[in-house]
């Protein structure tokens, strides 16, 4: 049976589905001698895939592997980081640093720290980046000056965000000091630099932002710049969204789209 040649690497555990596809893009992929274009179908049982010159194949599939980082600020949420910044892949074990096709879940921009979880289960990655899953993230967030309550109101009931209002967010106020406010923040969706792009509208931009947890999944007494395996019970509930973490099923055009 045939898939989509970025959907194959993915399974594989050799790219996310986005990576794949940037690989594709760059001309890295072959299929029986060709160059693959994004689109292009492949049957894993009689074609001859190569990435970067070297076959791969179902039976070269390197074991799962499960990591929650604690990311320092500096460090880029991607493989490669074109101006040599330190990536998430420097903070995981020597040996699955390289050709492991450990990739992050999401992303925290370079000046945010916390939670982030890294694997190379494609299948994984593209469930938890889906649309139609809100796995809830929290993070702790000061904001410059004193936010009244009226705008905590509005950002919690959503705010129109490239042209489409976020979902409500459960936000609490924890302190107020020398100019400052600190808020705890749950979101259930992960736009791009959501919180400091929604903060900056308002007119309250973010001076710190940090994020503790994914889902029941806490980073605890986790030191920054560590790493450490997911436990079983811990991959069991990533692995199966309840469903006060998903929505309805959005139309087949979009999910595609989106992911």
């Known amino acids: 049976m045939t898939e989509r040649v970025q959907k194959i690497l993915a399974h594989w555990g050799i790219a996310s589905r986005r990576s794949a596809e940037k690989m594709i893009v760059a001309g890295r992929v072959t299929l029986n001698g060709e160059v693959v274009q994004l689109g292009d179908r492949a049957d894993p ?25 604690h990311k320092p600020k500096g460090v880029v949420s991607t493989c490669y980081d074109p101006r040599d910044r330190p990536t998430v892949l ?6 699955l640093q390289q050709g ?22 494609g299948d ?16 702790r967030v000061w904001l410059k000056g004193i936010v009244p309550d009226s705008t905590l109101t509005t950002w919690r009931n959503g705010v129109i965000l490239d042209g489409r209002k976020t979902l409500p967010a459960k936000i609490t106020l ?26 900056e509208q308002l007119g309250y931009p973010v001076i710190s932002l940090h994020r503790s947890a994914i889902g029941s999944i806490k980073l605890g007494n986790l030191q ?36």
């Open 45 to 69: 049982a009689i074609d001859d895939l190569y990435v970067d010159g070297k076959k791969i194949s179902p039976t070269q599939r390197p074991s799962s592997h499960y990591y929650l980082i």
């Open 90 to 95: 420097t903070l995981l074990p020597e040996d």
């Open 100 to 121: 492991q096709g450990m990739h992050p879940i999401g992303r925290l921009d370079a000046q945010s720290t916390g939670a982030l979880l890294l694997t190379n289960d």
């Open 124 to 139: 994984l990655t593209l469930a938890l980046t889906h649309p139609r899953y809100h796995v809830s993230k929290r993070y």
């Open 174 to 199: 924890k302190k107020i000091n020398q100019g400052k406010t600190c808020v705890d923040i749950m979101l259930t969706e992960g736009r791009n630099r959501q919180i400091r792009r929604v903060a």
């Open 224 to 259: 920054r710049g560590h790493a450490r395996p997911l436990t079983d019970s811990e991959l069991r509930q990533l692995q199966t969204p309840t469903p006060t973490q998903a929505s309805p099923k959005l139309p087949v055009s979009h999910r595609e789209h989106s992911v």
